[in-house]
């Protein structure tokens, strides 16, 4: 079992940065692949970015892309999630989340922290 707590959301204007940050409960977060999705109001959850296990892989979707960077520390169980040249369309609910390497989908959520960019 994983227990993921997300921290580091805000309010921020538009073109400010923020990182948020997800603690991971567990001995075994260096063998987990690491995402973060988001989910604005009225709309599905979205994939963001994800990290394998070893922090050498890194996948964004197109709207974050050259915006964020996803990174984590092992030694710490936290992964993170840089996020520059922010707009008002990345408000949304940022979630972490984890999966085994062998799991097809994603199997452990944390609840959540909220990330308003104002223009």
């Known amino acids: 079992q994983v227990q993921l707590v997300e921290s580091g959301g805000g309010l921020v204007q538009a073109g400010g940065s923020l990182r948020l940050s997800c603690a991971a409960s567990g001995r075994t977060f260096s063998s987990y692949t690491m995402g973060w999705f988001r989910q604005a109001p009225g709309k599905e959850r979205e994939f963001v970015a994800a990290i394998d296990w070893s922090g050498s892989s890194t996948y964004y979707a197109d709207s974050v892309k050259g915006r964020s960077t996803i990174s984590r520390d092992n030694a710490k169980n936290t992964v993170y999630l840089q996020m520059n040249s922010l707009k008002p369309e990345d408000t949304a609910v940022y979630y972490c989340?984890?999966?085994?390497?062998?799991?097809?989908?994603?199997?452990?959520w944390g609840q959540g922290t909220q990330v308003t960019v104002s223009s």
């Open positions: 989340a984890a999966k085994r390497v062998i799991a097809r989908e994603y199997e452990y």
